[in-house]
């Protein structure tokens, strides 16, 4: 079973659609993280929530809106996407860790297509 | 930032040989890297992860060695099986839940 569930799996929408990806984790995790990953080429970190305040955004374009409403969710907004946005978008989680970063677990993800 | 590099891109064995996959990474503050394996369609899966404080670790059928004055590291699988055919992801991260991946190794075990 996977520990930390995203929905939808597979989201096709148009370059003015809104949506949002979900994931959700229950392991008592308070860092929580999305990737991008397009195919053939390594995830690539977009935002770090620890404790719920967002901690790392690196660099992501505005269309793309984090949010965490609490400690077992973490949503991401969609707006206005471009076609290169279509990728696979990984959700995962760890413990927070002190001084030495603790193992991801990460989602199946939601292969989210731009048309 | 951290820059990751993971070599080799493709890498295809015999089945019952070993597999090494090598990375280097260049932010001496990079304390934890963990491998993933990825197969097709599916989330990464974290297979190994090794501490700045240890040079080396083992669990069965899969190692890891750090170097941290060379700044890298291997994956090491012996006894290589069909099943373990995937894409390997290098990590390294320091504090702050800041990680990075290398750019991913494809291995193909031939029976």
């Known amino acids: 079973d996977t520990e930390v569930t995203q929905t939808p799996k597979h989201l096709v929408m148009g370059m003015t659609n809104k949506k949002s990806l979900k994931c959700e984790q229950h392991?008592?995790?308070?860092?929580m993280y999305w990737y991008k990953q397009k195919a053939k080429k390594p995830p690539e970190l977009m935002f770090v929530?620890?404790?719920?305040?967002?901690?790392i955004n690196e660099s992501v374009p505005s269309r793309f809106s984090p949010e965490c409403p609490n400690s077992s969710l973490l949503n991401l907004h969609l707006h206005a996407l471009q076609p290169e946005d279509s990728a696979l978008y990984l959700c995962?989680?760890?413990?927070?860790?002190?001084?030495?970063?603790?193992?991801?677990?990460f989602g199946d993800g939601t292969r989210l297509s731009i048309l | 930032g951290e820059n990751v590099e993971q070599h080799p891109s493709t890498l295809s064995v015999q089945e019952g040989d070993s597999a090494v996959i090598k990375c280097t990474y260049s932010d001496s503050a990079s304390n934890y890297f963990p491998w993933y394996k990825q197969e097709l369609g599916k989330r990464p899966q974290l297979i190994i992860d090794i501490r700045s404080n240890v040079g080396e670790k083992k669990d069965q059928r899969i190692a890891v060695t750090l170097n941290k004055t060379a700044k890298h590291f291997s994956l090491h699988i012996t006894e290589t099986q069909p099943e373990d055919s995937a894409v390997y992801f290098c990590?390294?991260?320091?504090?702050?839940?800041?990680?990075?991946f290398g750019t991913g190794t494809s291995l193909t075990v031939i029976p």
């Open positions: 990590a390294a991260s320091k504090t702050g839940n800041q990680f990075y």
């Open positions: 392991m008592g995790h308070r860092a």
């Open positions: 929530y620890s404790y719920e305040k967002l901690s």
């Open positions: 995962a989680s760890s413990q927070e860790g002190s001084r030495i970063n603790q193992p991801q677990h």
